[in-house]
T-cell receptor
Framework: DTEVTQTPKHLVMGMTNKKSLKCEQH?????MYWYKQKAKKPPELMFV???????INESVPSRFSPECPNSSLLNLHLHALQPEDSALYLC??????????????FGEGSRLTVL | AQSVTQLGSHVSVSEGALVLLRCNYS??????LFWYVQYPNQGLQLLLK??????LVKGINGFEAEFKKSETSFHLTKPSAHMSDAAEYFC????????????FGKGTKLSVIP
């Protein structure tokens, strides 16, 4: 059983919709991540939150808006997406940098389809 | 800068045969190295990690990996493949304890032939 929980597992949305992906962890980790994964590709980093503050934004389009309400929760708000945004979105958590070795723990992912 | 190269995008082995998945890395500082496995339509699961405590690392499901600094390699092995090992495997490197960045290789799909 994964200790990082993502909801929903599947999401279909139109290009004008607004939806959100949610992620929750209870491992006491202070760093949380959003990755995007296309088929047959490795995960690509989108955002990193450290101690509830946005630390890294990998030049992600503004139609993706992350939010970290507290140390256990991470959201990804979606608005006006394009069909090419269809992918598996993975949430992960880790101890904050400075703690070795900092392995990431991933959720099962949210499969997003944009019509 | 750090990078990971996984040799072979697809590896096929017979059930019961040795599994060898290759990973080479580059890092300007002593690295932390990881192997992850991903089953279809699932997230990534940590198989094992190298943290400099020992060069031979044992992980879950009978996998192990050996860190060879001189060869900048961290190859993943399993003595006897099982059908349930069929999955995508990713090698990843984190350069230094203070870095958030985890760089993934392109992945190797392992097929197990009955």
């Amino acid at each position: 059983d994964t200790e990082v929980t993502q909801t929903p597992k599947h999401l279909v949305m139109g290009m004008t919709n607004k939806k959100s992906l949610k992620c929750e962890q209870h491992m006491g980790h202070r760093a949380m991540y959003w990755y995007k994964q296309k088929a047959k590709k490795p995960p690509e980093l989108m955002f990193v939150y450290s101690y509830e503050k946005l630390s890294i934004n990998e030049s992600v389009p503004s139609r993706f808006s992350p939010e970290c309400p507290n140390s256990s929760l991470l959201n990804l708000h979606l608005h006006a997406l394009q069909p090419e945004d269809s992918a598996l979105y993975l949430c992960a958590s880790s101890q904050a940098p400075g703690f070795q070795p900092g392995e990431l723990f991933f959720g099962e992912g949210s499969r997003l389809t944009v019509l | 800068a750090q990078s990971v190269t996984q040799l072979g995008s697809h590896v096929s082995v017979s059930e019961g045969a040795l599994v060898l998945l290759r990973c080479n890395y580059s890092s300007s500082v002593p690295p932390y190295l990881f192997w992850y496995v991903q089953y279809p339509n699932q997230g990534l699961q940590l198989l094992l990690k190298y943290t400099s405590a020992a060069t031979l690392v044992k992980g879950i499901n009978g996998f192990e990996a050996e860190f060879k600094k001189s060869e900048t390699s961290f190859h993943l092995t399993k003595p006897s493949a099982h059908m349930s090992d069929a999955a995508e495997y990713f090698c990843a490197v984190r350069s230094g304890a203070g870095s958030y960045q985890l760089t993934f290789g392109k992945g190797t799909k392992l097929s197990v032939i009955p």
